[in-house]
């Protein structure tokens, strides 16, 4: 093979994307060049570091590896000069930044893409009125990766975020292809379009916030007999709980697109299915029951939309979880500027190289592994991308 044609090492690769974020200082008063700082937080968040007084404490005992990649002429800078430089960093091109990274590093299309929302706790700043941090992620359940954020200043505006972020993983072509799951607050005739004009399939939870289909749907699934209907039942056990899942799925929605409908009616583009998803939840000392209705763009039998519906919470726990638990996102109490917006973006740098390592290890211990080990610390840099 040419030399030219093979893949890059994905530090390659990072060194390259970071170098694209604009530094809107001038050049003859830089003492730290932006891609230098931007390398040393990500390899710092990669190596258990959560902070900037522990970034930057990382960065002078770890020069000589740094050096090893970048000049570091001046060395690295002090925790107030990363906090001053990050929070000025423009985070929509940081963003940029990051999706087009994991678009060249990981090219296989992924199966199905969960978008949802966190918030990050302690980042709300009361003095300026300014409300904590939600950031919408849209996360690759089967390879794991983060692909791309969008930053909203609150919950309430997380439906404007999603299409946001939709039209941006559409310029990296990053859904085409693939099953995007939404919880309810997506669950909408704007959203559903888009996701399709990305050449993506819908899998949308149809609750409160659409009443009338809600209503239509549970109608539907009441009078229809159930030998019409694609059924399968799913029982998991652990953590001391039984739980028996019976998905039903209708292929049967011309009484949804018919001619009956009222004019001027939004109507979601392209539904194929719908589906009644029935959990009952035997705990120690209670039993708990929940109906949930779907609507999908993508004709799928009972036993894959069941498995594409616990798929979805992987962004809870592979992603939210690990972010509060192992990186102290919750934690974080970055409030000024775009610090928040833009250390958000580096725990996903730093998470999808840390996840891709191949060892049986936990996240936490391959980050203090990676600290700990300047080869181990190379592996998880220096990895091919595919």
């Known amino acids: 093979m040419d030399e030219l044609s093979l893949p890059k ?24 060049p932006l891609r230098e700082v931007l390398f040393l937080v990500v390899c710092a968040t990669v190596c258990s ?24 002429h001046w060395g690295v800078p002090c925790a107030d000069w990363l906090r001053a430089l990050m929070n000025r960093i423009d985070p929509e091109l940081f963003a940029a930044c990051f999706r087009a990274w994991v678009a060249q590093c990981w090219p296989e299309r992924p199966g199905q893409v969960a978008l949802d929302g966190k918030t990050s706790r302690r980042s709300h700043d009361r003095a ?8 919408v992620s849209a996360f690759a359940t089967n390879t794991r990766l983060v692909l791309g954020q969008e930053a909203t200043a609150d919950k309430g505006g997380e439906v404007e975020a ?12 990053s859904l085409k292809g693939a099953l995007v799951t939404v919880d309810a607050v997506a ?32 109608r539907f699934f009441a009078d229809a007999p159930k030998e019409a209907l694609d ?23 011309d009484w949804l697109n018919g001619q009956r409908r009222f004019p001027g009616e939004h109507r979601f583009p392209q539904v194929a299915a719908v589906a009644r998803v029935e959990t009952r939840t035997q705990l120690s000392n209670y039993c708990r029951r929940q109906t949930r209705y779907f609507i ?27 972010l509060d638990v192992t990186f102290n996102e919750d934690a974080s109490r970055l409030r000024k500027g775009h610090g928040a917006k833009n250390m958000a973006v580096v725990r996903h740098f730093a998470l999808n190289l840390v996840r891709h390592v191949n060892d049986r290890r936990s996240i936490k211990l391959r980050r203090k592994r990676a600290d700990r080990n300047p080869a181990y610390r190379l592996e998880i840099l220096q990895a091919t991308a595919c």
């Open 128 to 135: 300026a009125g300014a409300a904590p941090l939600h950031l």
């Open 296 to 322: 999908a763009s993508r004709l799928m039998s009972a036993k894959e939309l069941g498995h594409a519906v616990r798929e979805h919470w992987r962004i809870e726990n592979s992603l939210h979880w690990v």
């Open 162 to 173: 999603i299409s946001a972020l939709l039209g941006k993983l559409t310029v990296t072509d």
């Open 9 to 32: 090492p994905r530090l390659r690769l990072l060194l390259d994307h970071l170098a694209r974020v604009r530094d809107d200082r001038a050049a003859s008063r830089v003492m730290y």
């Open 187 to 218: 669950c909408n005739p704007k959203i559903a379009a888009e996701i399709v004009v990305c050449d993506a399939d819908y899998l949308l939870a149809v609750k409160a916030n659409q009443p009338g289909l809600r209503d239509e749907v549970e």
């Open 231 to 253: 059924h399968d039942v799913d029982v998991d056990k652990g953590h001391g709980r039984i739980e028996e899942r019976r998905i039903f799925v209708s292929r049967d929605i």
């Open 49 to 72: 570091c959560d902070d900037y007084e522990d970034i930057a404490d990382w960065g002078e005992a770890n020069l000589p590896f740094l050096r090893r990649f970048l000049e570091y």
